[in-house]
């Protein structure tokens, strides 16, 4: 069964902290994402990455990094956390290329406060 | 990026087909519709997919018309089950990836 499993459910850090969100898949997919979801404003794509150290901004790359070193793990770097990171985070995979259709497929989430 | 508008919400009868709008009126003609749902403390998951044609799988229909500036979802016989928010989505190629513009989608509310 497809699974892409992301590290925390929960999260609690303190302004200014480091804080990695780590995203692994058991799928062999070439593409990952990172997006964050928020009231009112949807899913919002961050970064996504369609090969081992390859990456590509999103919508809303500001205040966030990421590291592809293996092709099954996808981490999201908030460099100095800020209360308005605070969100729903969730990691997605999918197939690569570009052909007919490649449906991704989403962790559960991490809920990330920053106080 | 293409933009999709659909109605903030919808309530369906237990048992009845819940039909879900969505307008795309700037899509371009290789750009695909996807839908996606999202239940509660969940992430989203894949509905179904579509360019000119019908489709239908296990879950859903999806008509599009054919000037392909709108589609509908139609959930057959939905249950309580199916009480989700659902994303219509254009799927824009960016390099080798696909990037899915989520967006406000709508929330679908089945009623026993």
């Known amino acids: 069964d497809v699974k892409v499993t992301q590290s925390s459910r929960y999260l609690v850090k303190r302004t200014g902290e480091k804080v990695f969100l780590e995203c692994v898949q058991d799928m062999d997919h070439e593409n990952m994402f990172w997006y964050r979801q928020d009231p009112g404003l949807g899913l919002r794509l961050i970064y996504f990455s369609y090969d081992v150290k390859m990456k590509e901004k999103g919508d809303i790359p500001e205040g966030y990094s990421v590291s592809r070193e293996k092709k099954e793990r996808f981490s999201l770097i908030l460099e100095s956390a800020s209360t308005n990171q605070t969100s729903m985070y969730l990691c997605a995979s999918s197939l690569g290329g570009t052909g007919n259709y490649n449906e991704q497929f989403f962790g559960p989430g991490t809920r990330l406060t920053v106080l | 990026d293409a933009k999709t508008t659909q109605p903030p919400s919808m309530d369906c009868a237990e048992g009845r087909a819940a039909n879900l709008p969505c307008n795309h009126s700037t899509i371009s003609g290789n750009e695909y519709v996807y839908w996606y749902r ?15 044609n019908n489709e239908t799988n296990e879950m859903a229909s999806l008509i ?35 990037k899915l513009v989520f ?7 089945i009623n026993p």
Request: net charge positive; aromatic share 6%; hydrophobic share 35%.
């Open chain 2, 38 to 52: 999202q239940i509660h403390s969940q992430g989203p998951q894949y509905i179904i997919h579509g360019l000119k």
């Open chain 2, 64 to 98: 599009i018309t054919e000037d392909r500036k709108s589609s509908t979802l139609i959930l057959p016989h939905a249950t309580l089950r199916d009480t989700a928010v659902y994303y219509c989505i254009v799927r824009v190629l960016v390099g080798g990836a696909q």
């Open chain 2, 103 to 109: 967006g406000q989608g709508t929330r679908l509310t």
